[in-house]
């Protein structure tokens, strides 16, 4: 085992390991308690992605956040959501202008949800929820240092009624590239 561990972190110092940085905006299907009845939405979410590894495989991290709000009956509903994901990406191509990927890791997901109803306001926090996902997408590629990403991802909620399990994320990003080529 320790050997295997050995091989891989040689992997990734001696082949040729780049980082990526790229702020992401995207929008994402959810599910929302609140206000009754119990309904899905579609909100955006902004934040920050990186990647690290090998042209080919790489492991990644995002962290975003969402706002959303509703007002209804005199009820009103605040949402704020904070997502982290992190996880493997595979690149089977990486052409010079053109690039897909896979990925597939875990998020852990934080909802704050502030609720006002004839003045009186009521705080409550669930999470932090783990949950598997995995998705794909496409890079434009413009030279070696800089791209445009798209990506849809297919997150299983585990805490959601059977019928509800599937959150889908839409993201766009511009990525900065950094390392060895």
Do not use: C, W
Not at 2 to 24: D, G, M, W
Not at 130 to 158: E, K, Q, V
Request: proline residues 4%.
């Amino acid at each position: 085992m320790k050997y295997l561990i050995l091989l891989l972190s040689l992997s990734f110092t001696t082949f040729a390991a780049e980082l990526n940085i790229e702020p992401v905006y995207g929008f994402e299907r959810t599910y929302h308690a609140l206000p009754e009845p119990a309904r899905y939405r579609t909100e955006t979410f902004f934040g920050a992605r990186a990647s690290y590894g090998t042209p080919t495989f790489k492991g990644e991290a995002e962290a975003t956040q969402s706002n959303s709000s509703d007002d209804i009956n005199d009820i009103e509903v605040k949402y704020t959501t904070q997502t982290l994901m992190l996880g493997l990406r595979l690149v089977p191509i990486n052409g010079q202008y053109f690039n897909t990927f896979f990925r597939i890791g875990g998020r852990a997901q934080k909802k704050e949800t502030e609720v006002t109803e004839s003045g009186e306001t009521t705080k409550t926090t669930d999470g932090p929820n783990l949950d598997p996902y995995a998705g794909l997408g496409f890079g434009l590629n413009f030279g070696s240092l800089f791209s445009l990403n798209a990506s849809a991802t297919l997150i299983y909620n585990r805490y959601a009624d059977p019928e509800d399990q599937y959150d889908t994320r839409y993201t766009l990003g511009a990525g900065i590239k950094f390392g060895k080529r």
